[in-house]
């Protein structure tokens, strides 16, 4: 076992359900887990500066390997010194490593023991991504937490593809983990797939565990498959990683997956979707989702969510939003990202709360009732 440089600490077990509140460290500071990690794929959480997302309590954020490699190209963000120097943000990154991407965002693409042949979103270009390839960008990135190159296949695909998906993604992961040129400054995860059968998964995870990454990711989930699906897969999966490293699901965010996979054992997530949603001018809030454009909102002078402390619900009026946002004035895509980035990091550190008070189960039934059960 070689030391790596990023570390889960188990603080505490909660003994009625699988959450774990703990701590990981990684080069660039600790931060409190379960936690919830704002997404900047183009090296920035869109229309949010670094400062801002350190005054909501974010201590990581993901970038991405892919979007990274097509433009500004990994040599000239090592020139720069670091996707941390480059964006002026020096508490913890994560890349995933363009195994996703690739498969959502390219149509042609061709999947080949070496690696994926594939044409770039941005003009077309023919280009090539292999286990090595995605590592040796991410190294050159810089970020504390690299991810495996993975393949993740739809959650419907057949038992016999997917099986051989999981055993390529094994060789890949093993490959991944011999081009790592920087094992002591930043750690590797491997990814467990297996769409959603239970002896593929289990397979995963024994082949990814009897390798040494500093870190497990489960993929393939929350890609359109039925919530139930996603929370069974989590209820044998997570079981099977170890318990000293953290545990990481993959493209999860609304308010309720990210509760119930904490209650499975996950320990981090990340998702577009709070930004995303923000800037077409929906809001998460206490008493659930709030589309501010509509016209019920037109003269409502209250804060868009009246539990909430952020910047934006201390200082302006649903109304004042609805305006911004009705009149493609940027400043409201600035304002509905921040509030949405603060509801889900504040939404975490509740659970952390709860977790430390044994009240996690009781936490989350109000939080439900509140937001509107199946409304996330
Ligand atoms: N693999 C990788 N990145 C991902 C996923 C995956 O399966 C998912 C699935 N929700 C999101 N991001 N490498
Ligand atoms: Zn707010």
Redesign the pocket.
């Known amino acids: 076992m070689s030391n790596h440089p990023v570390t889960y600490t188990l603080e505490k077990k909660d003994k009625r359900t699988g959450a774990r509140l703990g701590k990981i460290t990684t080069p660039h500071g600790t931060f409190e887990t379960p936690m919830f990690m704002p997404v900047g794929t183009l090296a920035t959480v869109k229309t949010i500066a670094p400062e801002e997302l350190e005054e909501m309590g974010a201590g990581i954020i993901l970038s991405n390997t892919y979007h990274l490699w097509l433009r500004p190209g990994e040599d000239l963000i090592a020139e720069a010194g670091g996707l941390h120097a480059f964006m002026n943000w020096d508490k913890g990154i994560l890349t ?2 363009g ?2 991407q690739v498969f959502s965002l390219s149509d042609m693409r061709r999947i080949e023991e070496e690696g994926v042949h594939f044409k770039s979103h941005l003009d077309g270009s023919k280009l090539f991504l292999s286990p090595e390839k995605a590592i040796n960008i991410q190294n050159k990135l810089g970020p504390d937490i690299m ?1 495996s190159f ?1 393949e ?1 296949p739809p959650f419907d695909e057949s038992y016999d593809y997917v099986k051989k998906s999981v055993e390529r993604t094994s060789r890949w992961a093993e490959r991944g983990l011999e081009a790592h040129q920087n094992p002591d400054r930043q750690g590797l995860f491997g ?1 467990v ?1 297996g769409a959603g059968f239970e002896d593929l998964r289990k397979q995963s995870a024994k082949d990814l565990t009897s390798m040494d990454f500093a870190g497990y ?1 489960i ?5 359109g498959e039925p919530k139930e699906d996603m929370y069974r897969v989590l209820d044998f999966t997570t079981p099977l990683l170890p318990e000293h490293k953290p545990r990481y699901l ?3 965010g609304t308010p309720d997956a990210l509760i119930e996979g904490v209650m499975r054992g996950v320990d981090m997530f990340d998702c577009v979707l709070p930004t995303r949603i923000a800037r077409n001018g929906t809001t998460m809030t206490s008493k659930g989702r709030v589309v501010i454009k509509n016209a019920i909102y037109a003269r409502d002078f209250r804060p868009l969510d009246e539990k909430c402390g952020c910047y934006t619900c201390r200082n302006y009026t649903r109304a004042y939003l609805r305006h911004l946002l009705k009149s493609d004035e940027t400043f409201g895509l600035r304002l509905t990202s921040y509030h949405n980035l603060y509801f889900l990091l504040d939404l975490m550190k509740k659970v952390r709360q709860a977790i430390r008070e044994d009240n996690l189960l009781e936490f989350k039934e109000q939080f439900f009732e509140e937001y509107g059960y199946n409304k996330p």
Do not use: R
Not at 219 to 223: A, M, N, P, R, Y
């Open positions: 995933d490593s195994g996703f991810m993975d993740c990814i797939q990711s993929g393939g989930l929350s890609v993959m493209g999860v």
